[in-house]
């Protein structure tokens, strides 16, 4: 199996890719997270056969002179389309969104279904349905420094890098673009929804203060499909220490 990391358009990042590939697994980032986030998951992907590819939004990593985004639905439209064009064509395509990133590959499903390209299987993880008011704080109106102390909450960077000015300089405007789409998106008006047809897998972690078996499996209303939900030990950034669990509950559904 060869590794590699290579864009194939705009939005698509290619992190694995065997010769033999019979699914692709296309995983979103969360707030202020670029391709780069997963790519810790490619060595455990070595032995599937499995296509790894990470959306890389724009703003960031090798995108980073674009401007960034500002519309949910623009964003979505933009990566079905290239979804779509690249073909992901290896027997089963599966979205994965963790956070921020469960809204956008949400959107991005109902985009393939509109192009009559639906997915094999939608996975949420760490976030609650989108007609579940929020449990977590409004942020979009906050002073860079009250902005930072929820960041620091959340404790999703390493502290020496929230310690370092340099980083945050280019890190919070970022992360404060991503939580205006992402508290957007929680305002939309869901009275006319249509769910999607697409089965959806919902995931999260038992510590995470925004999550429950409510607001988690408020998913079940967003499709015609098959549901089901997962639990893990953690807290909102559990899919860093279970990797190896996710991927085969994945893989393997």
């Not at 590939?21 to 979103?28: R, Y």
Request: aromatic share 10%.
């Amino acid at each position: 199996m060869g590794i590699l990391q290579s864009q194939t358009g705009r939005y698509l990042t290619v992190l694995a890719q065997p010769v033999a590939a019979q699914q692709t697994l296309i995983c979103f980032p969360y707030a202020g997270g670029g391709a780069s986030v997963f790519r810790g998951w490619r060595p455990l992907i070595e032995n599937e056969t499995a296509t790894l590819m990470a959306v890389q939004y724009p703003g960031r990593e090798v995108r980073f002179n674009e401007p960034l985004a500002d519309c949910h639905r623009t964003l979505a439209g933009e990566i079905a389309r290239e979804v779509a064009q690249q073909g992901c064509d290896h027997g089963r395509l599966v979205l994965f969104g963790h956070s921020f990133g469960a809204a956008i590959a949400f959107e991005v499903v109902r985009e393939l279904e509109r192009l009559r390209l639906p997915p094999s299987l939608l996975v949420v993880s760490g976030r609650p349905a989108p007609h579940v008011r929020s449990q977590r704080p409004s942020v979009v109106d906050l002073t860079d420094e009250q902005f930072l102390e929820r960041i620091i909450e959340y404790k999703g960077f390493p502290a020496e890098l929230l310690e370092n000015a340099e980083f945050m300089a280019i890190v919070l405007p970022i992360l404060r673009a991503d939580f205006q789409i992402s508290e957007r998106f929680d305002c939309e008006n869901r009275d006319s929804f249509e769910p999607i047809s697409v089965p959806i897998l919902a995931l999260g972690a038992h510590s995470d203060p925004w999550l429950n078996q409510a607001t988690l499996g408020g998913w079940r209303d967003y499709t015609s499909g098959t549901f089901s939900m997962q639990w893990f030990e953690g807290g909102h950034f559990y899919i860093n220490d279970n990797v190896s669990p996710i991927l085969e509950l994945i893989l393997t559904r």
